[in-house]
């Protein structure tokens, strides 16, 4: 990577890490996406900041989450060959579950980031729904960092039981129902 991200985000694969919030990940994502942007050009119509790293004081696992709405005319072989390019590696389409999953590593195993490439543009108003959420809403992001670190602390080597214990109050945000301190 053309920046130094080293300090900042960096996750051994299948652990579970979740650290305080870190002013360096916005930057970490423009140019994560400005690389993105040059790599898909017109196939991707919107790239996001999405996820626990993108709400400002947010403790979050060290990996940037990025959102790539594709356009409609974008062929899902084109997007994987000019991500893989790219040095992103292609993990498989999720669906309903995170769309075309890339991952990025700075080292064997070690992930920097995740973009899930979407074409459904209610699975993409999801993620920004629950981020932004998260902005706007301090007892949430209060509640989340809560359930993220005793998550963290049952499931520290097992980052599928981690992200399933989260899944129904991600729902939860995404359907906006009030939540109480």
């Known amino acids: ?15 579970v890490r979740v650290v305080d919030s870190d002013p360096a990940w916005p930057e970490i994502f423009t140019n994560l996406a400005g690389d993105l942007r040059q790599a898909l050009g017109s196939r991707a119509a919107g790239i996001e900041h ?7 004081g947010l403790a979050a696992k060290p990996i940037i989450d990025i959102a790539v709405l594709l356009a409609p005319h974008a062929a899902p072989a084109d997007v994987i060959s000019a991500l893989e390019s790219a040095g992103y590696r292609f993990r498989g389409d999720k669906g309903d579950a995170g769309g075309l999953l890339f991952v990025l590593e700075d080292r064997p195993a070690r992930r920097v980031a ?4 979407v074409a459904d543009v209610s699975q993409w108003q999801r993620y920004l729904a629950v981020r932004d959420r998260l902005r ?9 960092t809560r359930l ?11 980052r599928q039981s981690y992200t399933a214990a989260k899944a129904s109050f991600v729902a939860a945000l ?4 009030p939540m109480r301190p």
């Open 148 to 158: 993220k670190r005793t998550l963290a602390a049952l499931h520290p080597d097992d």
């Open 1 to 15: 990577m053309h920046h130094d991200a080293d300090d900042h985000v960096g996750l051994a694969y299948g652990s």
């Open 174 to 177: 995404a359907a906006g129902p």
């Open 50 to 56: 999405v996820g626990s790293t993108a709400v400002p």
């Open 114 to 117: 995740h973009v899930h490439a």
């Open 136 to 144: 706007s809403d301090s007892t949430a992001r209060a509640a989340y």
